[in-house]
């Protein structure tokens, strides 16, 4: 194995999936600011807006919901454009 090619902080961080709260422990170099007590130990944290847990894929649900409802924002803005397209 080549010498010095890993990151030096490379370490374990915890995941934040903002859209349903769960968290997952994973080794990561990701920069962060933050720090979240998971399981009685204290990690930096990484706050992501979709992970397995909420993605429809994994789910089975065909609606994607977001924190912001911003596809549902796009979906409506858009569908008037989109069914004048189909005419």
Avoid: W
Wanted: charged letters at 35%; aromatic letters at 12%.
């Amino acid at each position: 194995m080549k010498k010095d090619i890993h990151p030096k902080n490379y370490r374990l961080v915890a995941f934040k999936d903002m859209s349903n709260e769960h968290v997952f422990l994973c080794r990561s170099a990701v920069n962060t600011k933050e720090t979240i007590e998971f399981e009685g130990e204290t990690y930096p944290v990484y706050k992501m807006e979709i992970s397995n847990t909420s993605h429809p894929f994994y789910t089975g649900k065909m609606k994607l919901v977001d924190t912001a409802g911003r596809v549902d924002k796009f979906m409506q803005r858009y569908a008037k454009h989109y069914d004048k397209k189909k005419k």
